[in-house]
């Protein structure tokens, strides 16, 4: 059970009401008469020919698990909900223990539930992230007498001068208890430290939640915190922390509450109040959009205050792209910083910022995140304001990723496409082969039945289809490839007539024995040319049309 719950459900390309050609509301006495049909038309013992044998066993027993499936009003049921992965070992446990649809429902969605359990205990949710830091002060700050006297003075000097590194998982313990681990390293200059911290967390009801953390690091020293997040309003939200730091300093407290609500559909406001080594008061306003999004945030606090606003446009385009700038200002100084981001495949996003700043100097940001993986590379390019450094910093990284994007993504994306496409188009005519050859199978058998059939209805002047076609149909009879779309059905249709009447429910007629797809995705139709009592009919029905011949309406004017 729990192999096949861990699989999608998803319905088989074969649909069961439409191989029996009945409606989905069926009584027992219209799928009883249309087995017995069909099973005189497919019973292996009919013919002797060992391939016509051979086919006629493999669509007979096709019709029997259809008729077995849907005379049995718990197995419909479960086939009706869950389609056929639900016809599979779970499914007839939930029979054995309940009787009606409604409660086969309620059942199958606990197994949701459990299915969903099972997956949360098996997913770790990795997170990481890679910051390497780069001095490359020496290509814009350096003297040109200092290096004249220096052995190999003519070359800049670039170095890491910083590292971080940090990784966190996630075990579900239960669906409201999850326990997340995470561990972090880092160098500057020669010194480095290190931390390790262990959070459990815990959903108490649809509006809140608690967790609590424990760390230990080499220079800090052990830390507890907790923190509780809780819904007030369906507008309004509340997180509070506190912690202790143990440190060999002695103990350092720490606490925060912060507050939100929705100004409007796309806006939110923050108050958040900071007590501890960096005691702040900070009030922020977010508007987020499908087309923008800005920010604008105070602080008032020891040692740092500032004021600081965002504005982010993204762009509609498959890529995602998106620009942005922002300006930072307060007692240390004012930064000024424009990037854009990119989406360069299908789980990586990549995104450069320049930062300008006073006293900073100039920095450039690159960033490359995949997945849940994030490497950041800051390359520190000059302690001064210099328009070199700010120019070289915006130019140089767009026309390597020009360079890059044309020579590689662009090649590559492109590639992918194709391989892509090429796989769907390979399963796509092998899963056309395979039911063309079906249903070449099925004319075949049904070509003495036909035969008697057509005897009958010429004998009392009843209905003869004369040409029946299947699939897309066009008005311009130039476009060959578009002709090949439409199959020849005149034998599967003529064998389904009775008593002088062709009955068809709204079901797609793929599923009709004789019938398949020859133009999958494609909106398709059935057109008929037939005779009845003499007369000559035609009609041209939708797919997923009911249809009942014959019909006054479809007489072909005898001058027309």
């Not at 056309?432 to 199978?441: T, Y």
């Amino acid at each position: 059970m729990a192999a096949s719950l861990d699989d999608e459900l998803e319905l088989d390309n074969q649909d069961y009401y439409s191989l029996l050609n009945v409606r989905k509301e069926a009584t027992q006495d219209e799928l009883k008469a249309s087995y017995r049909r069909l099973c005189m038309l497919y019973h292996p013992d009919k013919h002797r020919d060992p391939e016509l044998k051979s086919q006629a066993e493999q669509l007979f027993n096709q019709v029997h698990q259809a008729y077995e499936v849907l005379s049995d009003p718990q197995s419909r049921a479960i086939y009706d909900i869950f389609g056929k992965k639900g016809l599979e070992v779970e499914g007839w446990e939930i029979v054995e223990r309940k009787r009606t649809p409604v409660e086969i429902r309620e059942e199958y969605e606990r197994l949701q539930r459990e299915r969903e359990e099972r997956r949360l205990q098996q997913r770790t949710n990795p997170k990481g992230t890679i910051s390497v830091g780069v001095d490359a002060t020496d290509l814009f700050d350096r003297y040109d007498e200092d290096f004249e006297e220096m052995p190999g003075g003519g070359f800049p000097h670039i170095e890491i001068n910083r590292m971080h590194i940090s990784q966190s998982i996630e075990a579900p313990l239960t669906n409201s208890d999850t326990a997340m681990l995470s561990g972090s390293l880092s160098t500057h200059n020669g010194n480095g430290g290190g931390n390790i911290n262990m959070t459990v967390r815990r959903v108490t009801s649809a509006k809140g939640w608690g967790e609590l953390e424990f760390g230990a690091g080499d220079i800090l020293g052990p830390l507890f915190g907790m923190k509780v997040f809780r819904n007030l309003t369906p507008r309004c939200f509340l997180t509070a922390q506190c912690g202790m730091q143990f440190s060999p300093r002695g103990v350092r407290p720490s606490c925060s509450l912060m507050t939100a609500r929705h100004l409007d559909q796309n806006t939110m406001g923050y108050l958040q109040w900071r007590w501890g080594p960096h005691s702040s008061m900070t009030t922020s306003v977010v508007r987020d959009t499908k087309t923008s999004h800005f920010t604008l945030a105070l602080q008032l606090g020891v040692p740092h205050s500032y004021l600081m606003m965002s504005y982010q446009y993204k762009f509609q385009d498959e890529d995602q792209t998106k620009v942005k700038g922002s300006i930072k200002t307060g007692w240390f100084g004012t930064v000024v910083e424009y990037g854009a981001e990119r989406k360069i495949s299908r789980h990586s996003v990549l995104a450069a910022t320049v930062s300008v700043g006073v006293p900073q100097g100039v920095t450039l940001k690159i960033r490359l995140a995949r997945a849940n993986q994030t490497y950041l590379f800051p390359v520190h390019l000059t302690d001064q304001l210099l328009p070199s450094a700010v120019f070289y910093a915006t130019v140089g990284p767009l026309l390597v990723y020009m360079a890059i994007h044309r020579l590689v993504i662009i090649p590559y994306t492109c590639s992918q496409k194709q391989q892509d496409l090429e796989l769907q188009r390979k399963s796509s005519e092998v899963d056309m082969v395979k039911k063309k050859q079906e249903a070449e199978s099925a004319v075949l058998l049904m070509q003495e039945s036909v035969r008697r059939i057509i005897e009958g209805e010429e004998s009392k002047m009843g209905l003869i289809i004369l040409n029946a076609w299947y699939g897309k149909f066009v008005t311009d009879n130039s476009v060959r490839q578009e002709r090949a779309q439409v199959i020849d059905v005149t034998v599967p249709l003529q064998c389904l007539v009775k008593d002088s009447k062709l009955i068809l429910t709204e079901a797609s007629k793929a599923g009709l024995p004789g019938f398949y797809d020859p133009c999958v995705g494609e909106d398709k139709s059935l057109k008929l040319l037939y005779q009845f009592r003499g007369v000559m009919h035609q009609v041209l029905s939708a797919d997923t049309e009911a249809l009942r011949i014959p019909k006054q309406s479809h007489r072909i004017d005898a001058e027309a």
